[in-house]
């Protein structure tokens, strides 16, 4: 019986409960070692759907994924951000170590247009990568049909396909693979993972924000203040705590 | 050599019903006004009896909804030549004659594998055009053409590809089908010669002396005995077609199957060229005078069938249509040299480039050129200037420009500059004015300053004169953000970033 089991669980798509599926799908490291444990097969899905849950805006959402988009935009392939919700700010791209000539911004204006857009790219087999964000996605029906088929694209694209979401959507049944909720303590990023092929991680992992990761930000600053600029007339007065 | 012929017979019918068939009785008029006669008929006026040669008057006799239309020289000459311009992707050597085209085929036969293939793609081909034709191959033009109209006639004609096998395959097929004249046939019917056999049982001498020189001479080409020179038929260096909608066509989404065809004859056309396009543009005409002008614009240039069609059919989804459409017209006026794509299995880097560009059209399409866009370092310290919208440039070409330059990296082909501090992943457009209590300022909970000031103080060289002291700061509930605060007015304070 344990033997037959142990056969079933072989095959691709079919774990045991109480372990991550072990067959090795695509995959990329997401530069996070104590995330990469966690995720089956070690590393961000390829290939399929997956999904960021957040409240707060600025808490690293997406500076915690930049390696594994690094990874994945690997051979010329693209990482597409669909609507998002301020400008990928190239600078930053840059300094998360992303190539700027991989990425395209597209701005759609109607939600139906951006899921349109993100299931062109996916399945064109040009993008390594897509990031979506829907705005004001109202909780209907068609949502898990709307997901499946991302899902499908993103499996004849073999690329990643992330979608970003507030944490409300994690009531509510998802086709994806991966569901990550994200928020924030302290200096830390806490991330749990309430979905994935095993058990849900319920006890959260704290991941260091990714630009703190990759710059000191203090040493930075003070090197960037050009020494032959007048200080102004009226000094700053009441400057505000600055944490040491 | 060998030749293959195309022949049309049924063409000034095929012209009207090419964008879809009419299930309604319809017959193509000709002759003189005062008593035209039909000169082909659909298959449902002939289902009522309506027959070639009949006139008119006797075939709306018999059919009351007949629809009659004028036979149109000019468009069935235009037709034939834009099939040879399709049929140059095949072979150089195209002949447009009376009814049809001649392809000499023997040069290429080995690239296109063998004769049954070449036939069977020439033929699907010609469907794909919404076009019927009948088929002929043999060593000499005239042959092949003959070939064809017999299989156009029904009669059983096999292709023939040795010049020695040629008297016996035509020996059964009847002369009518030859141009002759219709008194020289009506006099070698009185003498019993009604076939090519007989005819070629003659003297080439008596009926030289009988019948003119002209009839020895096509008998002699016939079989190979005389040359047979064509001149090739040589296409303009633009491409333009039009279609007519069968029925006015209300809606947008009953152009996609007659664009099919136009797009079908634009690929062979270009393809024979080793052309294709980089701006197409097609015209909706509604009637005389009002038009509606669609514009494809590629990358690099383009001629598959599929891919404009699917461009096409994102711009025209767009489209709100004042009046019904009645024709269709393709045209590309500038034809550039086309870089074939490679079909791999497993696609390498120069593929994935090309499939990114033809996403970017595909996008650019249909959200509009402006939404679809690539982002680039800028050469300026200025937040708001520190990046640059690319467009739609492609990579492969981009990376062009790069080699071409003398190998001195850019601002942007270092990297960042070191001197750059921690920046924000989301960037607003325009800086956000926050709310200041006490002298400090809030978004969401107060802030708490956890890096800078960095400060930015540049651009007044250009008038965009920027004086402003960048700080990191986190609300209560661990949103970090980037403000600052200019230099004129300290107590003002902005949210510029987003560190997500």
Known sequence: ?244 | MLWVALELPELPLQIVERAGASRDPLAIAEGPPQRPVVACANAAAKAAGVREGQAVAAAKALAAALRVVARDAGAEKETLERLAAWASQFTPMVSVEAQGIVLEVESGLRLFGGHARLTAAIRRGVRELGLRAALGIAPTPSAARLLARGEAQGLRVRGCFAAGELPARLAELPLFLLDWPEGTLARLADLGVLRVRDALALPPEGIARRFGPEIADSLARLTGRLADARSPYVAPPRFRARLELPAQAEDVGALAFPLRRLLAEFEGALRGRGAGAQRVSIALEHDRTARTHVQLDFASPEREAEFILAIAREKLARLALAAPTVALELRADALLPYAPRASTWLPGEREQALDAERLIERLAARLGRDRVFGIALGDDHRPEKSWENRGQTPISKERNSVDAGSGIPSFGNWGLSPVFGPRPVWLLHVPQRLLVQDGEPRLQGALEMRGGPERIEAGWWDGGEVRRDYYIARNPRGETFWIFREHRDLRAWYLHGVFA
């Open chain 1, 1 to 244: 019986m344990k033997r037959a089991l142990e056969d079933l669980a072989r095959l691709p798509g079919v774990w045991l409960g109480g372990e991550l599926e072990h067959v090795v799908r695509e995959v990329v490291a997401t530069g996070h070692a104590e995330l990469d444990r966690e995720l089956p097969g070690g590393g961000w899905p390829l290939g399929s759907l997956s999904e960021v849950l957040h409240d707060e805006a600025g808490i690293g959402e997406v500076g915690f994924l930049c390696g594994a988009l690094a990874r994945a935009s690997e051979g010329r392939r693209r990482i597409a951000w669909v609507s998002p919700p301020h400008l990928p700010y190239a600078p930053a791209l840059v300094q998360h170590g992303l190539a700027l000539d991989r990425c395209l911004v597209v701005r759609p204006v109607h939600r139906e247009d951006a899921l349109w857009a993100a299931e062109q790219s996916l399945r064109s087999g040009a993008c390594g990568a897509v990031l979506l964000w829907l705005p004001n996605a109202p909780a209907e029906g068609g949502e898990y049909a709307c997901l499946r088929r991302l899902h499908m694209a993103a499996q004849a694209g073999r690329s990643m396909a992330v979608l970003f979401r507030s944490s409300a959507a994690e009531s509510r049944s998802t086709p994806a693979h991966l569901r990550v909720a994200l928020t924030r303590r302290a200096d830390a990023l806490e991330l749990r993972i309430p979905k994935r092929r095993g058990p849900p991680l319920v006890e959260p992992i704290a991941l260091v924000a990714g630009w703190r990761s990759r710059t000191a930000p203090e040493a930075r600053a003070a090197a960037c203040v050009p020494s032959r600029v007048p200080v102004p007339a009226d000094p700053p007065r009441a400057l505000p705590r600055i944490a040491a």
